[in-house]
């Protein structure tokens, strides 16, 4: 499989290209929409600020205990039998996993959802060392035939429609053209079934790891997480450092949020928790289970008191589904893993500002997803203290995020610096008003991107101060003659 | 790669804020419900029946009348149950040759993988009761009902007694103690037959797992 490489950096041209693409348009309005009404179903009749807040409240003692969690979790584990490794990067995350199928003589793996390997690119890397990596969620796997990356992290082929999905199957699998989803869904099935028989190494994600009992928890529709985590004889599962909860009842009001802000349903199919490989009077399951906990820059964001916050995501995708900026754009536009408001926030701290500048900038601030996400993640702060790190902009707070002050530009600093100076003396402020008014004809009609689609701001003849003086001036003659 | 171990935990344990405040965690918005036994029943019909379910009521006596209308009804070949749990004996006492024949679970999974994934029309297991607010069957798979039986199958029965459905999900793991007597090697909720809605949101079912879901309930 070759995706395309992520370029991050080309965001503009990206956002034009999907701005001018109606199929993306479209596709993508009518999926978000339909999310939005499904997820304000979901919870009616519920005291929804007590759950968020109670979601919050457990993400956060959770992070407040990570390293001591972590090791509960993995003693635990280890004790069920199961065996657990620490990836301080992707890259690293990668060759575990490729040693452990080497070791097995694996020549083929099923994968479940899992945004944390696509994040590490995990099927290239296995593919480059002779293993097959085949996607089992639907989804996921319309998305590998394509040779393209997830649009969004719940529903990764939304940005196609049923007309695109038969072509790609019918060109790449030989099914016939046809509009019938459930057609098309049985086909995919046959095929994937035969798959699952053979593969030797099941790969999943993990929604939350229960330190306490030692539990991986997964959540699904489909059934195929069920069957990559039961079916080969051996199932490595995979997860980020920060999905790891104190205790087994926390899961609660997690999955209550989760799938509720997700798709708007009350349950997922599945709710399926793994704790320890078969034991040896069963007659199915994994002999073997993995867990491989992958740090990839997680433990750099968790030294800010602010940015930590980011941590408490669980993944929902609900931010995405009313970012009016990701409705527009489509997943694809971001170039990132994670795309959208939670996008725009992980990333940088994962690829460094550098490759990501453009982020943090890419929204409006109008606060919609702020106010959806289940564990109350305030992102627009967060996308606010990301700008300015981009500029290295706050002398009070010392910027910390890989590639930091990128978007500095002297010219830039230099207007805000008078900016600032001229607003700390009113007597610096009213000659520049003054001079801004008699000055007004040089103002330029071009303004680079902001005049794209607006016009150029065009100061007023005389400053707000002038006017009132003239206003106070004349009402004092006009006092001055009537009491005369 | 017991260094990135050491690594990762001293970034945390290095790095971590001073003066974490951790708000208290209240559960009573996912705990307190007060439902009487009949409308935990008609709650978890209405639920599971939502996401496509199939619920019948049925004497507790009668269940395996029951099955049998359903097997032929369904027009099912054969059907997987217990050779070893009561209601697998039950089941294969009142048996007889004219009705589809019984497979038994009775050998690894290595042994008859091809079977089970390709000649199996249904199963029936048991479980350990059920969640009313999301119409959730919990499932505890063992050695006699192994994993694969209650996902592999097109058409999966459940026997659910009638008085064992708590209300919520908290609710079932604290009175079942959990957390405390330790988590089997697998425990599963199942809320409907698998399904998807990857292909433009259109809903299809047994992508994967069951096509069907038929619960049994026994009053
Ligand atoms: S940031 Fe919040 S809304 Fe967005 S995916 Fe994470 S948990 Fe969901």
Redesign the pocket.
Known sequence: MSAQPIQVREFHPRVQAALNNPQIRSNFRRAMDGLMTKRTAAFAGWDLETLRELGAAVRLRALSRLPELLEQLEANLVQQGVQVHWAETGEQACEIIRDICQARGAKSVIKGKSMVTEEMELNHYLEAAGIEALESDLGEYIVQLAEETPSH?IMPAIHKNTDEISELMHEKTGTRRSHDVDYLTASARQQLREKFMRADVGISGVNFAVAETGTLCLVENEGNGRLTTTAPPCHIAVTGIEKVVEKLEDVTPLLALLTR?ATGQHITTYFNMISSPRKAAEKDGPEAVHLVLVDSGRSNIYQDQELLDTL?????????NHCPVYTRVGGHAYGTTYPG??GKILMPHLLGLEDTRDLPSASTLCGA?GE????K?P?PKLLQRLRKEAVDGDSLQPSRVAGHGIKRRWLESLVWSGWTRMHASPGLYRFAGRMMGRLRGLMPSKLGAWTRYRSAPKPAAKTLHQLMQERSVKSQAVKQESKG | MNQARQNILKRLRDGRQQGFAVPTSDFAVVRERNWTAAEKLDLFQQKIESVHGEVHRVAAERWIQELIRLLAEKKLGNLLVSDIKAHGLELREQWHESLPPLLAYDRKIESWKEQLFTQVDAAVTGCRGAIAETGSLILWPDEDEPRLMSLVPPVHFVLLQADQIYSTFIEAMAEQGWATQGMPTNALLISGPSKTADIEQTLAYGVHGPKELVVLVLE
């Open positions: 992290i802000s408490r995501c669980i993944r929902c995708g609900a931010c995405m408001p939670i997803c959806v996400c289940p564990v993640i992102i």
